[in-house]
């Protein structure tokens, strides 16, 4: 089969053919294939097809320990390399994929937290690789790692899944029939046949759409995984998130509070839009919600879930069932809804609720052009005005607002009962003073009833005028977001990353 071929040749023609390999055949390559991993040395064909960049790109480092291999991937990109030392390296990088063995970075990184949290992931037989098993495992439980080190290669190896579809030899199997018949003219590398798979989304198998979908959330949680979105918000990230620590989508949530700023860049800004709009339908991109509203998916959205292709169905699940989610839930919960109001746009799912009320009584440029500087969170403001000044809403309507509230001020609403008890503290007051006159009446009817007369009764009404207008002030002042201009956004709600 692999006769009559020089060394390099062989070894090519023995990985084509694996899978009709004999075991000890099989453990013989996979174990030259796990020295080749470690040094360049070892990939004769690499180490000449690459020579020249070997000297100049990476000439400053010591072979070894991957470290020529994982320098010319990094250089891939650059303009110095040659086309054949880039195809070389990119069919390499594709070759590791297939085992974590096979990065040797990795592998070493990770030699703690891969028998801890991915133990019997893997075929024990000799020769017989895990075809992506381990490292879709890692991913999957990346936030339990412990090492910081294999922190960094897992997210190395995402972010090498994002830039070519080969590198995430699961993915690429659930969609080998689907880029054939969608993407076949599109050159693999920056993401391109990603792009054009979700494109496509509707029109993939079950199998692909799955994978992509796991694979765009991801994406999701981490800017630096987003090549445009991070290249087109440099700046406003550097001005307004610098102190934000990548991850769990905390840089993105960022940026969008700070979106309406006036020197915000447009098209970091539109991308930043054209993101939230996928977030706003399905659950799986808005991290800070998937990941603390899973028990609560789980107990109240199972029906939902079953549903996961977008229409915000889960999401319109949770804000049903609100009061009964958990406290750190409600906190995501709140955020998403705050956002989607702050940001919206007619006809979206998960804030259709409101578009009659928007229609009747939010000014008709709040809805003229969405997204503009001028009209950004005025819908937002627009509904928590309505809803301090006691206009109708619609229930569900009212209910979404709500939940967009800061917590205090959405307590103040749900339970009014409140102010009997604070009636109730001031006559025990009263009572403990010795107080003669009846400043409040406990056993009245309404249990909030206050008597006074003559110059008390005078200057309670002053004072009861002046806690009225301030108190009323303040509340439409933190209800609407005015602390903090041009947004509806609370900045204490910036925990977790979407």
């Known amino acids: 089969m692999c006769i009559n071929q020089g060394s390099a040749r062989v070894i090519r023609c023995l990985q084509d053919h694996r899978k009709s390999l004999q075991q000890k055949c099989a453990a013989a390559l996979f174990d030259h294939e796990v020295r080749i991993s470690e040094d360049i040395d070892f990939n004769s064909v690499m180490k000449k097809t690459c020579a020249w960049e070997i000297n100049q790109l990476c000439k400053d480092l010591p072979h070894g320990h991957g470290r020529i291999i ?8 650059d303009p110095d390399m040659s086309k054949e030392c880039k195809s070389e390296v990119e069919r390499v ?4 994929a297939k085992d974590y063995r096979l990065n040797y970075r990795l592998t070493h990184a990770c030699e703690q937290d891969i028998p801890r949290l991915c133990d019997n992931v893997c075929s024990t037989i000799p020769g017989m690789v895990c075809g992506g098993l381990v490292l879709q495992c890692l991913q999957d439980k990346q936030d339990n790692i412990t090492v910081q080190a294999c922190q960094e290669e897992v997210f190395y190896f995402e972010l090498m899944e994002v830039k070519d579809f080969r590198n995430d030899v699961i993915l690429a199997e659930a969609c080998r029939n689907d880029v054939e018949a969608y993407c076949k003219d599109v050159e693999p590398g920056e993401g391109r046949v990603h792009l054009c798979l979700r494109f496509n989304k509707d029109k993939l198998t079950d199998k692909c759409r799955h994978e992509e979908t796991k694979l ?3 994406e999701y949680g ?3 995984l987003a090549s445009k979105l991070n290249k087109l918000c440099s700046e406003e990230r550097a001005v307004y998130c610098k102190d934000v620590k990548p991850g769990k989508a905390r840089v993105v949530k960022c940026l969008i509070e700070n979106m309406a700023q006036p020197n915000f860049g447009e098209d970091c800004k539109e991308e930043l839009q054209q993101r939230d709009e996928i977030m706003k339908s399905d659950i799986r991109y808005d991290i800070g919600v998937f990941t603390n509203c899973k028990a609560d998916m789980n107990t109240y959205c199972k029906d939902a879930r ?5 229409n915000a169905t889960v999401l319109k699940c949770l804000t049903d069932n609100f009061p009964n989610l958990a406290d750190s839930c409600q906190t995501e919960m709140s955020r998403a809804v705050r956002v989607a109001l702050w940001d919206y746009r007619p006809g979206v799912a998960f804030t259709a609720t409101c578009d009659k009320d928007i229609e009747t009584l939010c ?6 052009r969405s997204g503009g500087v001028f009209t950004i969170g005025v819908v937002g403001r627009c509904l928590s005005k309505a809803l301090v000044e006691g206009k109708y809403l619609q229930d569900k309507c009212r209910d979404l607002v709500l939940i ?3 917590k205090d001020v959405r307590s103040y609403f749900e339970y009014p009962e409140s102010t009997s008890a604070i009636v109730q503290k001031i006559a025990s007051m009263q009572r403990a003073a010795g107080l003669e006159s009846v400043l409040v009446d406990p056993y009245a009817r309404d249990g909030s009833t206050v008597t006074v007369t ?9 004072s009861l005028i002046v806690v009225i207008i301030g108190g009323a002030f303040m509340m439409y002042k933190r209800f609407m977001g005015i602390d903090k201009p041009y947004t509806l956004i609370s900045p204490h709600v910036r925990d977790g990353d979407a």
Do not use: H, Y
Request: glycine share 4%; aromatic share 4%.
């Open 70 to 77: 994982r320098c010319l991937e990094e250089k891939t990109e």
């Open 93 to 96: 990088m594709n070759e590791k």
């Open 216 to 218: 765009a959330a991801i």
């Open 222 to 224: 981490d800017i630096r």
């Open 306 to 310: 079953t549903q996961f292709r977008g």
């Open 363 to 368: 000014p008709r440029k709040a809805r003229s």
């Open 404 to 406: 967009a509230a800061p």
């Open 454 to 462: 003559g110059w008390v009764a005078l200057a309670c009404i002053i």
